[in-house]
């Protein structure tokens, strides 16, 4: 039998097959052998047991599959921000995008509280380099409609750090969701963590992943994108790369640098070039085996 996980929770994977009761599964022992970890969104191959569980045989060919959040097979990742308390490093935004662009996945920023703080600045610096986004608040109901228009008929990944809203977002797109909703430490500026793991949910005529949120330490835990393939993950790079001057020119302090003279022209945000680099940096740190292997 063919179904879809849609949630995975302490050891079982939670597997819908036709829009029946999902079925609680564990996998095969030699899909961890060959250390393949199902993940939500797989397509897999059960079979059923008599006691009404199941077990995963096999896991169908992926479109793409992320580590953090643990999903599959996402059309996109809409990575819910904040300018408000918790206010989001620009950073954390450029990892998560720089992440999804290179799994060929789709990119959608969403700006939430803006009752609180609307972030300007940093909704047109993201709309500039070419990233769909959106300003949203929960608690009014700004932005909702053309979130729900936004995620119709596709499976997406809400992600964002701890705090920002991701489970009062789905609350707010599907009324009477009642997803647990965290309080904001004022002492650490950030938020509780109220989702313990990750679930679709079929929300607004589409599937959606709420994730657990996550730290700066988190993000710095991310698999990294190899330095040689990092810069068409920044989809503004795409026209000056070939450019430059020399052929594999790294962007960060080589002469006749095309992007670089984009950034000293404004055409090129400076804060999306230094994650760039912060991130070329990491990459560097990391020995190309390891890389090959994730």
């Known amino acids: ?28 022992g030699r899909l961890r052998h060959q250390k393949i970890t199902p993940l939500v969104g797989d397509r897999v191959e059960i079979s059923r047991l008599e ?99 936004a995620i119709a008929g596709k499976a997406s990944a809400f992600t964002g750090n701890s705090g920002v809203g991701k489970s009062s977002i789905l609350n707010s797109l599907q009324p009477g969701f009642g997803l647990r909703v965290g309080e904001v430490s004022e002492k650490l500026g950030r938020g509780r ?24 330490f988190d993000v710095e835990q991310m698999e990294a994108i190899p330095k040689e393939e990092l810069d068409a993950a920044f989809r503004e790079f795409a026209p000056y790369v070939d450019l430059c001057r020399f052929q594999g020119c790294a962007h960060i302090k080589e002469r006749g640098c095309a992007v670089r003279e984009a950034v000293a022209e404004g055409k090129i945000a400076p804060s999306r070039h230094k994650s760039y680099i912060r991130l070329y940096e990491q990459a560097k740190e990391i ?4 890389i090959a292997k994730k």
């Not at 996980?5 to 029946?20: D, N, Q």
């Open 51 to 149: 006691d009404g569980t199941g077990m995963v045989d096999a896991i169908l060919p992926r479109k793409n599959q992320f580590y953090r959040p643990m999903v599959a097979n996402i059309d996109q990742m809409v990575i819910i921000a904040s300018g408000a308390v918790p206010i989001t490093e620009p950073f954390l935004i450029d990892r998560m995008a720089a992440m999804a662009e290179w799994k060929g996945c789709g990119v959608l920023i969403c700006f939430n509280k803006c009752d609180l703080e609307r972030a300007e600045d940093l909704t047109a610096l993201y709309r500039e380099a070419g990233f769909p986004t959106l300003q949203v608040s929960a608690e009014t109901g700004e932005g909702i409609p053309t979130l729900a228009e």
């Open 193 to 216: 963590h109220t989702t313990r793991h990750v679930e679709l949910f079929p929300v607004a005529g589409g599937l959606v992943a709420d994730t657990p949120g996550f730290s700066s």
């Open 1 to 28: 039998m063919t179904g879809q996980i849609v949630k995975a929770l302490s050891g079982f994977y939670y597997v819908e097959i036709g829009g029946e009761q999902p079925v609680p599964c564990r996998g095969r």
């Open 287 to 290: 020995p190309d085996w390891e």
